[in-house]
């Protein structure tokens, strides 16, 4: 075999016929094999449905030999959307504790370089890349995309084409899934989004929506909303939402900061208390469409936290610690986490 570990990096939500070939062909080329997942820690949405255990499940379920022998191997890395480098150093991390810290010529790395999001593949030139053609079949995104288009039971047609891009062990646990608690909300969601993005199918341009975050801060102390509806209902985030025509950013965002959390400090303190502005814009940070933010940080000066009350948009405002809010990933909306990280320095 010619490497003594082979790194296979992907979120898998789910595992289907392409990774499985991957994966079979891996074990033809090294001793073992790391499946590194992606997006751990994230919050259910309809882009990443399953949390890391579950992913586990059903990739060990197509390789129980593998997994039993300890050739088959997993680790996790979270998200760092505005911080290659750190998501980076995260996957060195656990290739090096997995493989047994091995020289870096004993170990590989495996995948398809299908488009701009197979980036991450040329990140590691420590590694030799075995670069993998593609496999026909459904897309992650086109099983999601069947398997939430309704509650009840798929058309027999419908589940038909799941079935044929999955493995088997995976049917069965899609099966499972759907009768558990976390299906129904999942399938709402994606409901929402598609009639979300249907008003919008017909123009030739797609529109890039703008809006607006706060990152308020005091004593130790973040300030953050609790969405009241979709997407995301339930999950904290920061004040903010879309401009309006009419208006400035930075006034967009001390409106949208007095309606969701009615902060009981007064506008000229709130503007003089600025100190960063940043536009955060990556592609996929919203699940709405095209949406670039404008993010403020606000630091209020040491003393009493002010009361706040949730109304708007949001069903709760809350001052949290800071310590308490950077651990958050599995509970945060949207990139609003790597927004907070990047104005508090630990991006």
Not at 38 to 62: L, Y
Not at 90 to 102: C, D, F, I, R
Not at 106 to 124: A, C, E, N
Not at 317 to 324: E, G, S, V
Request: proline share 6%; hydrophobic share 45%; glycine share 8%.
């Amino acid at each position: 075999m010619k490497f003594d570990s082979l790194v296979f990096i992907g979120r898998f939500e789910p595992f289907h016929n392409g990774h499985l070939e991957v994966l079979q062909r891996a074990f033809t080329l090294s001793k073992k094999v790391l499946v590194i997942l992606g997006s751990a820690r994230r919050p259910r949405t309809i882009k990443d449905p399953w949390n890391i255990a579950e992913r586990k499940v059903m990739i060990s379920a197509c390789f129980p030999e593998e997994t039993a022998s300890g050739r088959l191997l997993f680790g996790s890395v979270t998200d760092r959307m505005y911080n290659d480098q750190q998501w980076a150093a995260s996957v060195q991390a656990e290739v090096a504790a997995l493989s047994g810290n091995v020289g870096d010529e004993w170990v590989g790395i495996i995948g398809h370089s299908k488009d701009r999001s197979s980036f991450y593949l040329r990140m590691f030139p420590q590694w030799e890349l075995v670069d993998v053609p593609s496999v026909a079949g459904l897309s992650a995104t086109e099983i999601r995309g069947y398997l939430f288009s309704c509650e009840g039971a798929l058309d027999q047609g419908t589940a038909m084409l799941v079935q044929s891009a999955v493995p088997l062990p995976v049917q069965a646990f899609l099966e499972r899934f759907r009768e558990t608690p976390y299906f129904a909300p999942l399938v709402k969601e994606y409901q929402f989004i598609k009639a979300y993005r249907s008003q919008f199918a017909g123009l030739k341009y797609p529109p890039i929506f703008s809006t607006t975050d706060a990152v308020v801060v005091q004593s130790g102390h973040l300030l953050l909303v609790q969405r009241k509806a979709a997407p995301g209902e339930g999950l904290w985030a920061l004040p903010g939402g879309f401009v309006q025509a009419d208006e400035r950013l930075v006034d967009g965002m001390l409106r949208e900061l007095r309606e969701e959390t009615r902060l009981k400090v007064p506008e000229p303190v709130l503007r003089g208390s600025l100190k960063a502005d940043k536009v955060f814009d990556h592609p996929e940070r919203s699940l709405r469409g095209r949406t670039i933010t404008h993010a403020y940080l606000i630091e209020l000066a040491d003393g009493p936290l002010p009361p706040v009350k949730g109304a708007d948009d949001a069903a709760k405002a809350k001052w949290l610690p800071i310590a308490q809010v950077m651990e958050m990933d599995e509970v945060m909306f949207e990139d609003h986490l790597d927004i907070i990280r990047y104005f508090l320095g630990t991006v």
